[in-house]
């Protein structure tokens, strides 16, 4: 028997069967890279058909409270309004003074708000098949990518900081596979940019975002020690990178003199957000008259049905558990070991970001909502798994076929839902901001428009701020949301005294809140809901003019204060 022949033999018998599995993926082709023709043309086509697609939903609204915080602060900031200086808010600028400048280039409605948010999305799905291209064939990068389209940004298209940060999350994982593929310090620059911006925009991603950075980097060093990937110039480059966008904005605060209100509103959270928001891993928010409406209604087929169409809500919390549970896998597969491929490099820096990514939801809230603003990467995650090239085990190769086909058959009933919801609505709303389409009628808007004129102050209470920008009106004082148990009684003092000066035309107060705090906020203390100053305050200096209700039956209450008349 020759050397090479013992050689082989020894090889062989010494392999686990998941060396094996990685010994075959070192023997993997090169994959094509941006520069090739025939992906470049696949990307055009591709975010224009995203673009096409998310614009169907641009008119959209079912009068969430959320959407309003953005839309409103962007109008104050072009009123002349800093914000921390003259308004509140816990979240970081970026969104902020990026829809100001939008509405100052393009004009202030909701369209262009919501066109903005089409082209995020869209490019969002061009990133997810360009990551995807390095780990999948084009056939399964093209799915995951369409996927990305379909079921995201549709599941909750509002202008919200949230998906602008997943967007610039995505480019720094781009970006960091790029620097892996190449080390630069052009590069090392570009990566440490878009991670700082991912902070300015939300600074629990960014923070989750350069976590999985520093975890994936030391997971390449462990598998290819002898390759130095930051030299002295890319350290040098990459912290310029991290630095410059975190001194644009603090000397901006520091020449309006928001410094000291920058930073107390940036370090609010960690003593007030949590108290109310903190709910189990995987939290629906589904309130009992949801559950009634999926489970408890209708045919045994149509529940059936129902049940397979928001599946996807139950197990995509699940995906971060599993890829960090694969790279972990991979890590110690390749520990020590000499072929660790470029395809294993990508795996382990994107699991890293990801598994970072979801652990900033841990800790702020990790409920679906908050899980289905990383779907992009939720996505990319499921072409990786199922891919099936790089899976562990001859057992998870058995089944990944019907594994894969259940779990396409669901995003893509669970996208059809989200789309057959706009196709569906014929109600219009002429708003001071554009024209807007909802399920149902609107009454609130159409009565404050009648009766309140533009840029006059009302209070909108506690918690739907975007009434104020579909009217053009503006709170008093501060603070264009409240929820009680997070904010603060110091919070909620503060508005009353701005009640009390006399400034505030009228008050929508609306009078069912407390039955979403059950199941929306189900960890709020149940002082705060017992006992609410500010509603408090309203009811006994404020008398009742009209019974309101929007698209979704929320009532509210028009209210003056008990000395004047009706308008």
């Keep these: 028997m020759t050397k090479n022949t013992i050689w082989d033999t020894w090889r062989v018998a010494s392999l686990s069967g998941a060396a094996v599995v990685a010994e075959a993926i070192r023997a993997k082709p090169r994959l094509p890279r941006e520069h090739a023709w025939a992906d470049r043309g696949i990307t055009l086509v591709l975010f224009s058909l995203s673009l096409i697609y998310l614009c169907l939903f641009r008119r959209f609204t079912t009068i969430e409270p959320d959407e309003g915080i953005l839309l409103q602060g962007a109008q104050r900031i072009l009123t002349g309004q800093v914000l921390y200086r003259d308004f509140f808010s816990f979240y970081t600028p970026g969104s902020y003074y990026e829809l100001a400048l939008v509405f100052r280039m393009f004009g202030s409605s909701l369209a262009v708000a919501r066109t903005m948010l089409a082209l995020t999305g869209a490019t969002i799905s061009v990133i997810i098949y360009l990551l995807a291209r390095r780990m999948c064939s084009q056939a399964v990068a093209l799915t995951v990518a369409a996927f990305a389209t379909v079921s995201s940004l549709p599941y909750r298209f509002l202008v919200l900081h949230n998906w602008n940060s997943t967007l610039w999350a995505c480019l720094a994982l781009y970006c960091a596979i790029r620097f892996v593929e190449h080390p630069s310090r052009k590069r090392a620059f570009a990566l440490g940019s878009l991670a700082s911006i991912t902070v300015v925009f939300e600074q629990s991603k960014g923070a989750g975002l350069c976590l999985g950075l520093v975890m994936g980097f030391l997971a390449l060093h462990r598998v290819q020690p002898h390759r130095h990937w930051l030299g002295r110039r890319e350290i040098l480059a990459l912290t310029f990178g991290l630095t410059w966008p975190f001194v644009v904005t603090g000397g901006y605060f520091a020449a309006q003199h928001a410094t000291s209100a920058m930073i107390s509103d940036w370090l609010w959270p960690f003593g007030h957000y949590s108290a109310a928001n903190h709910v189990p891993y995987g939290y629906q928010n589904w309130s009992d008259d949801t559950r009634h409406e999926l489970f408890g209604t209708g045919s045994l087929l149509a529940r ?28 110690a ?137 579909t009217t053009a009106t503006f709170a008093p004082g501060r603070y264009d949301y409240f929820q009680p148990g997070m904010h603060t009684t110091k919070q909620a003092g503060e508005m009353i005294s701005e009640m009390a000066s006399d400034r505030v035309r009228g008050v929508l107060l609306e009078t069912g809140f407390t039955e979403k705090i059950s199941h929306s906020w189900p960890n709020t203390p149940l002082a705060a809901v017992v006992k609410d100053p500010v509603a408090d305050y309203i009811v006994h200096n404020y008398h009742a003019c009209q019974f309101l209700t929007s698209p979704t039956d929320w009532r509210f209450l028009f209210m003056v204060r008990k000395d004047r008349s009706c308008p």
Aim: overall charge positive.
């Design 304 to 331: 059936a049905l129902k049940i397979f169409a928001i599946s996807p809500c139950l197990w995509i919390p699940a995906l971060p558990l599993a890829v960090v549970g694969f790279a972990i896998y991979w890590m």
């Design 333 to 469: 597969l390749y520990w020590r070991r000499s072929f660790a491929d470029e395809a294993t490099l990508h795996y382990l820096i994107f699991a890293a970001c990801y598994g970072g990514l979801a652990l900033s939801i841990v800790v702020v809230r990790p409920d679906i909502v908050h899980f289905m603003y990383l779907q992009p990467l939720n996505c990319l995650a499921l072409g990786w798994l199922l891919g099936g090239r790089d899976l562990p085990s001859r057992l998870l190769s058995t089944i990944r076929r019907p594994v894969a086909a259940y779990i396409l058959a669901a995003l893509a009933m669970f996208s059809v839902a989200a789309l057959l919801a706009v196709l569906g609505t014929h109600d219009q709303i002429v708003t001071r901001h554009g024209v807007v389409t909802t399920r149902g009628k609107d009454t609130v808007i159409e009565y404050v428009q009648a009766r309140v004129s533009a840029g006059e102050t009302i209070l909108v209470y506690p918690y739907l701020p975007f009434y104020y920008y």
